[in-house]
């Protein structure tokens, strides 16, 4: 690691107030996704580390909805963005790392470690198939999973009345925010406009989608694993209200 990470995660860190144990902590996971191959990501360099994962995951502390929830469940963890970060800015939550691939919940498992985090659990689990966390989280996470309408199917059933999904984009796309939009609308789901972020200075399209839960979740749903993204929501009906 070279003498300018520092600084750059001291800023980080006093951006978003950040408690003062958790620089050390983002350090910590700096270093170890760099080295470690094990971790499911190809970016590997110093400043690609701090501006696509740590930078980028922190984002959603500039909304409420993340400094405030205090269960959150971040869904297709994979090297651990933005959940690992965010339980490092919010000690005081309980962070679920929800996974598939055991493969990468070792790797899940040793961050956790590494970075002295006991506020995580990692569960080695598809979002469907994750029964303990129906109707339990305040705040449900996605990066780079799968489309939006499919991730509002996987977030819905996991979050109580008044808890939010929260869902990273890069550009604004109509057709896609209009299906997240109409299975939302089945899921009891109420999309907010979304809100342009610039995580660092070369981001120009970055976008964070939240959704609020307003209305039970039909109790048809999840569906059995898979189904999501084979006959996703969101097509051919308009929404009762958006």
Known sequence: MTDGARPRIGELARRYSLPRAAEHALVTLLELVMTDPAAATAVRSEDGVIDAHLADSLTALVLEEARDAATIADLGSGAGFPGLPLAIARPEAAVGLIEGNARKCCFLERATTVCGLRNVRV???RAESWSAGIDRCDLVTARALAPLAVVVEYAAPLLKIGGSLLAW??????DSEQAAARAADVLGLE?????PVQPYPASSRRHLHLMLKVRPTPERFPRRPGLATKRPLGSGRRPRSV
């Open 123 to 125: 569960v080695n689990s």
């Open 169 to 174: 984009r890069g550009g604004r796309d109509r």
């Open 191 to 195: 999309p907010r406009k979304p809100m």
